[in-house]
T-cell receptor, first 113, second 112 residues
Framework: GDSVTQMEGPVTLSEEAFLTINCTYT??????LFWYVQYPGEGLQLLLK?????DKGSNKGFEATYRKETTSFHLEKGSVQVSDSAVYFCALSDMDSSYKLIFGSGTRLLVRP | DGGITQSPKYLFRKEGQNVTLSCEQNLNHDAMYWYRQDPGQGLRLIYYSQIVNDFQKGDIAEGYSVSREKKESFPLTVTSAQKNPTAFYLC???????????FGQGTRLTVV
């Protein structure tokens, strides 16, 4: 079945450092891919998405490119801020999974001043 | 403002009791979902519904029940058969066939 694998955290960075959080997926169809962010004690918010190969999703300085050849959707940001500290989830959804969101295990990011 | 509302934010349950978590949305979404999140872990799907009066089991449905009598509402009952119910529960909704989901703020359930 479909699955998502994320790099384990926590990831600890200094402010203004470059961020990469790796995400790879397994799917039988052609999924849409997502990054969600969760701040402490809250629900999830959609950060960005991409619906087909080579699409680039972007929002708030974060970017991720849908790479079908490597089945990856890595999250990047050029310069992180303390306010970016949160848990980041990679997810996929496609028709073959009845459009259920399938999540990775999440990666905690801690940005130090 | 449109959105998805979960209540209560915190819930305490005695062992052997059933409790019901509320989830309401005014986004006119057809599909609704319940996820469970344990500390330091990802989200696991409990139940989902793609249309009123119909729902399907997710990966961890044992010990839970749902109903979908109205499009706006998808309550989750945690029964006494759920042996380890302490967790953070998240409700979500989406347009049917559209894959972007919107989440509520969650309910933290603790067994005392």
């Amino acid at each position: 079945g479909d699955s998502v694998t994320q790099m384990e955290g926590p990831v600890t960075l200094s402010e203004e450092a470059f961020l990469t959080i790796n995400c790879t997926y397994t799917a039988t169809g052609y999924p849409s891919l997502f990054w969600y962010v969760q701040y402490p004690g809250e629900g999830l918010q959609l950060l960005l998405k991409a619906t087909k190969a080579d699409d680039k999703g972007s929002n708030k300085g974060f970017e991720a490119t849908y790479r079908k050849e490597t089945t990856s959707f890595h999250l990047e940001k050029g310069s992180v801020q303390v306010s970016d500290s949160a848990v980041y989830f990679c997810a996929l959804s496609d028709m073959d999974s009845s459009y259920k969101l399938i999540f990775g295990s999440g990666t905690r990011l801690l940005v130090r001043p | 403002d449109g959105g998805i509302t979960q209540s209560p934010k915190y819930l305490f349950r005695k062992e052997g009791q059933n409790v019901t978590l509320s989830c309401e949305q005014n986004l006119n979404h057809d599909a609704m979902y319940w996820y469970r999140q344990d500390p330091g872990q990802g989200l696991r799907l409990i139940y989902y519904s793609q249309i009123v009066n119909d729902f399907q089991k997710g990966d961890i449905a044992e010990g839970y029940s749902v109903s979908r009598e109205k499009k706006e509402s998808f309550p989750l009952t945690v029964t006494s058969a759920q042996k380890n119910p302490t967790a953070f529960y998240l409700c979500a909704s989406s347009r049917r066939g559209d894959t972007e989901a919107f989440f509520g703020q969650g309910t933290r359930l603790t067994v005392v």
